[in-house]
């Protein structure tokens, strides 16, 4: 089935459809070496199943396909990289990346982070792929630090590339990164007293009183009862006091505040969701009216 790849007629001719079809066809095999080996002897062939591997980004049989622990890691960031050049002008690094670390498995993520220097992966994304790793990954990557300050301080440095919405927003979605952050914080706060350092504690504290608020919730509502409701029939007591709460904060606290709700389940689902930043959208567009000077009322 290898033998169409290496033509040029079968790139230049072939339907867009008729490509990716023959693709997914081929991310099945289950030994790829020798399509490799014959892959990496033939550069044309190679940039064209690079670049429709990027075209393709979307899909999700491509998520599959990057999370194969036979893909030889060069091969991933040929894919991941295709486009970097066509998309910097319109997107941030951080958007990129993200993109593209979210189809990468925890384990493949680690893999990538293991070999990072060697690979000379960009910051950011090296800062991206920490937000995939699971538990298990964490704690593998962490033992294979060295323990000496420097390391620890650089790591942390990475999401210096970060805005602090940004960079709350990731903590946000991933508990496991901002506690080991919290603990690596600890270890060297004293050594590097920095205004980064100081910056990225106030964004960890702040979630960590979320945590309370997330157990007063709930304690306050039976919220695992709810998850089998329909979303008219959940409790609008509990809603109410997400938006009520949400309303006091600025906008980019706001939202870090749902996502980490979302993320800790006191949001039930992606519709609620939607259905709490809707209602706090419409509430703060709502026009103020002010009566003028000497005007009153109608009674």
Same mark, same amino acid.
């Given at each position: 089935?290898?033998?169409?790849?290496?033509?040029?007629?079968?790139?230049?001719?072939?339907?867009?459809?008729?490509?990716?079809?023959?693709?997914?066809?081929?991310?099945? $095999?289950?030994?790829?070496?020798?399509?490799?080996?014959?892959?990496?002897?033939?550069?044309?062939?190679?940039?064209?199943?690079?670049?429709?591997?990027?075209?393709?980004?979307?899909?999700?049989?491509?998520? $599959?396909?990057?999370?194969?622990?036979?893909?030889?890691?060069?091969?991933?960031?040929?894919?991941?990289?295709?486009?970097?050049?066509?998309?910097?002008?319109?997107?941030?690094?951080?958007?990129?990346?993200?993109?593209?670390?979210?189809?990468?498995?925890?384990?493949?993520?680690?893999?990538?982070?293991?070999?990072?220097?060697?690979?000379?992966?960009?910051?950011?994304?090296?800062?991206?792929?920490?937000?995939?790793?699971?538990?298990?990954?964490?704690?593998?990557?962490?033992?294979?630090?060295?323990?000496?300050?420097?390391?620890?301080?650089?790591?942390?440095?990475?999401?210096?590339?970060?805005?602090?919405?940004?960079?709350?927003?990731?903590?946000?979605?991933?508990?496991?990164?901002?506690?080991?952050?919290?603990?690596?914080?600890?270890?060297?706060?004293?050594?590097?007293?920095?205004?980064?350092?100081?910056?990225?504690?106030?964004?960890?504290?702040?979630?960590?009183?979320?945590?309370?608020? $997330?157990?007063?919730?709930?304690?306050?509502?039976?919220?695992?009862?709810?998850?089998?409701?329909?979303?008219?029939?959940?409790?609008?007591?509990?809603?109410?006091?997400?938006?009520?709460?949400?309303?006091?904060?600025? $906008?980019?606290?706001?939202?870090?505040?749902?996502?980490?709700?979302?993320?800790?389940?006191?949001?039930?689902?992606?519709?609620?969701?939607?259905?709490?930043?809707?209602?706090?959208?419409?509430?703060?567009?709502?026009?103020?009216?002010?009566?003028?000077?000497?005007?009153?009322?109608?009674?």
């Amino acid at each position: 089935m290898y033998t169409n790849f290496f033509k040029r007629k079968f790139w230049e001719e072939s339907s867009i459809k008729f490509i990716q079809e023959r693709i997914e066809e081929l991310f099945k $095999v289950k030994d790829l070496s020798y399509f490799f080996s014959l892959l990496n002897s033939n550069s044309k062939t190679k940039d064209y199943f690079i670049y429709y591997c990027w075209f393709f980004s979307n899909e999700s049989s491509i998520s $599959v396909y990057l999370s194969r622990k036979d893909l030889p890691l060069e091969h991933i960031l040929d894919i991941i990289l295709a486009g970097l050049s066509l998309n910097e002008a319109e997107m941030r690094p951080i958007d990129y990346y993200s993109f593209w670390s979210e189809k990468l498995n925890s384990e493949q993520s680690l893999r990538l982070l293991e070999k990072s220097k060697k690979l000379e992966l960009h910051p950011v994304f090296i800062a991206c792929l920490l937000i995939n790793l699971n538990a298990k990954s964490w704690e593998d990557y962490f033992n294979s630090l060295a323990t000496d300050d420097k390391e620890i301080y650089d790591l942390l440095k990475l999401y210096e590339n970060f805005s602090i919405y940004d960079r709350e927003k990731v903590f946000a979605r991933n508990s496991i990164l901002y506690k080991y952050f919290n603990l690596l914080i600890s270890l060297i706060i004293t050594s590097y007293n920095d205004q980064f350092l100081l910056s990225l504690k106030q964004s960890i504290d702040k979630l960590v009183q979320w945590e309370d608020y $997330v157990n007063g919730m709930k304690s306050a509502f039976s919220i695992e009862a709810e998850r089998t409701l329909s979303l008219r029939q959940r409790n609008s007591n509990r809603i109410s006091c997400i938006i009520h709460d949400a309303n006091t904060m600025n $906008v980019e606290d706001s939202s870090v505040f749902l996502t980490f709700l979302l993320q800790h389940s006191v949001i039930i689902d992606e519709a609620e969701m939607k259905l709490i930043e809707t209602v706090i959208n419409m509430q703060n567009s709502t026009p103020k009216f002010r009566l003028k000077k000497g005007m009153t009322r109608k009674r």
